[in-house]
């Protein structure tokens, strides 16, 4: 493949000018339920940016090993490849180990920080968990499928995962940590 800037932009900017779409809508969709958050669940609050930021990072750093694996030919566009389920695996593990390790500490900040917690640590860690696990699931799956589309169509993976992974996992970060406050709570 041939890299230049016109071909970056022209497959680029009409996902960007997407994204920005969706993340005006994610706004809205948090701001229609932050004052439940910032009133009763204010640990929650001060949750979403880490929720969010994992599972993008996460769906990006497995976008740009699936698009390293598929430009040097150890990763083959199909569901059964064993690199491309090694690759997978891992970055659930990753994501979970971190949205425990998180979880932790952003309730420690809470303990100290916030007058009075309206959730204790099982229930708080288990919505994190939930949240993130999930969140982890989903985004790693749109990661394959957006590398593997984007491949098999003769677009570099490495300019449409990060665009597409990061925008959805910030709005299914927002709804499904709503899901599981409703559920948890």
Request: aromatic share 10%; proline share 3%; charged share 10%.
């Amino acid at each position: 493949m041939i890299y230049n800037w016109k071909k970056i932009v022209r497959y680029g900017l009409p996902l960007l000018t997407l994204a920005v779409i969706i993340e005006l809508f994610v706004g809205q969709l948090l701001h229609q339920g932050e004052e439940m958050l910032i009133e009763q669940l204010s640990i929650f609050f001060i949750s979403i940016p880490v929720i969010n930021s994992v599972g993008g990072n996460i769906g990006s750093l497995l976008g740009a090993r699936l698009a390293s694996g598929l430009h040097v030919g150890s990763i083959q566009i199909n569901f059964k490849d064993k690199r491309m389920h090694e690759q997978l695996i891992t970055s659930i593990m990753m994501g979970l180990i971190t949205y425990l390790f998180l979880a932790i500490v952003i309730y420690s900040i809470g303990l100290f920080s916030i007058t009075k917690m309206q959730i204790t640590f099982i229930p708080f860690l288990l919505v994190i968990l939930a949240t993130g696990t999930v969140l982890v699931c989903a985004i790693s799956v749109i990661s394959v499928f957006t590398a593997f589309i984007s491949f098999k169509k003769g677009i570099d993976p490495d300019d449409v995962v990060a665009p597409v992974v990061t925008t959805l996992g910030d709005i299914l970060g927002i709804i499904f940590l709503f899901v599981f406050i409703g559920v948890g709570i």
